[in-house]
């Protein structure tokens, strides 16, 4: 039986060649690190340096900007192959496929040019700053102010629980320029965190992804120019749902490439473990729970690789996108805890993958919209959508 997945069912000779080379990679670059690294709290600059000369940041820009003009097919390689390696620290799609989209859709030519070529390369690790104290994925109402100045704009906020906080040289900040606006007051702001005012506070302390480097990031009226605004003025809000779906699927992706690892690593320890004098693979509460788990794995993935193609396409919508991400990680959840009680005590050491898996799902629930979030989205979706017409009578 086989556990393995791919998007491309193996058709694609590119992809599965650059499928080959990331497992190379996380073997060799990966692995034999993590550990140290999950004792740091964050990976080191090297990897991102490593990962930026074998071309695997940044995929998708164009040539001239130091991607490779790949299609979101390539991403999904990466990420996937992260996910089922169980090693969450490298946080490599929140830079390629999160960050450098909205500087590739919205930034100005100067801006492109300043960041993104030294993004792929791996020298400049970047991040982005929504979440605040007081609003987690009420984005509309975020208190971060962005006020003209001298020129520029004076940046005084606060936010929190940013990845690849400790790390980052570049920060995507949302910021409103009009509070009085709500939601139409919000705009975006390329922020060096070399410039004075800008902080970091402690690299947090979290329940899974020790190796994930995730932040306080406070900013004491942080000077910058007025070529840092990303885009429009105002428009900060609109550009932010607009790349929200694409981060959605990267959370679905992480999910069941997971839930794919985590149920391998199940079956190969209960045909190994014995009680009562044979392999727990015998007993028949073990097999139906694996085979429980098996059939969800193989919805999910079906469900996944239809949202990939709609995405590649063009055609991923929010909604759809937010069923992805909801119903993927509440799954992923489900299926590594079942994971976890078969494994016994040994599913609850940090030594065995499963028992990090598990820690590490828990917060895909919650990361890219909670899940409420996500149902209040589809619910609006499904209850405003017009009611299709009734057939005439013949």
């Given amino acids: 039986m086989s556990l393995s997945w791919d998007w491309d069912d ?41 990962a930026g000369e074998l071309g695997l940041l940044c995929m998708g820009l164009p040539a001239e900007l130091g991607g490779a003009n790949a299609h979101f097919g390539h991403s999904a390689v990466v990420v996937q192959e992260l996910a089922r390696s169980g090693f969450s620290g490298p946080l490599f799609h929140l830079h390629s496929d999160i960050v450098a989209p909205y500087l590739h859709h919205y930034g100005t030519p100067e801006q492109q040019q300043a960041w993104l070529p030294r993004m792929a390369r791996g020298e400049v690790i970047s991040a982005i700053g929504m979440t605040e104290p007081g609003t987690g994925s009420d984005l509309a109402n975020i208190s971060t102010r962005a006020t003209p100045h001298d020129g520029g704009y004076l940046i005084k906020g606060q936010k929190i629980f940013i990845s690849n906080g400790q790390l980052a040289d570049l920060v995507v900040v949302a910021a409103k320029t009009q509070p009085d606006l709500g939601a139409r007051g919000v705009s975006l702001f390329l922020v060096d965190t070399t410039r004075q005012g800008f902080a970091r506070g402690r690299n947090l302390e979290k329940m899974g992804m020790h190796a994930q480097d995730t932040s306080e990031l406070f900013f004491d009226d942080v000077w910058v120019p007025a070529n840092c605004l990303l885009g429009q003025e105002g428009k900060g809000f609109a550009y932010l749902m607009n790349e929200l779906p694409q981060e959605r699927l990267l959370v679905a992706i992480t999910a069941v490439g997971a839930m794919e690892s985590g149920l391998r690593w199940t079956c190969e320890h209960v045909q190994a473990r014995k009680a009562f004098g044979a392999p727990l693979a015998e007993k028949q509460v073990v097999r139906h729970a694996l085979a429980q788990a098996y059939g969800d ?43 976890v009680q078969l494994f016994g005590g040994y599913g609850y050491m940090a030594e065995y993958p499963i028992a990090r898996a598990w820690a590490d799902a828990r917060v895909q629930r919650i990361y890219g919209g909670t899940t409420e979030i996500m149902k209040e989205i589809v619910a609006r979706h499904i209850l405003d959508a017009p009611s299709p017409r009734k057939k005439p009578s013949p």
């Fill in 10 to 50: 193996g058709d694609d000779d590119e992809l599965a060649a650059l499928r080959d080379m990331v497992r190379r990679f996380i073997d060799k670059e990966i692995a034999p690190h993590h550990a140290r690294w999950e004792r740091e709290g964050q990976v080191s600059r090297e990897l991102w340096r490593h």
């Fill in 297 to 339: 794995v193989q919805v999910a993935r079906s469900f996944l690789k239809d949202c990939l193609q709609r995405h590649l396409r063009g055609e991923l919508d929010t909604a759809t996108a937010s069923v992805a991400k909801f119903w993927t990680t509440e799954m992923q959840f489900s299926v590594l805890d079942r994971c």
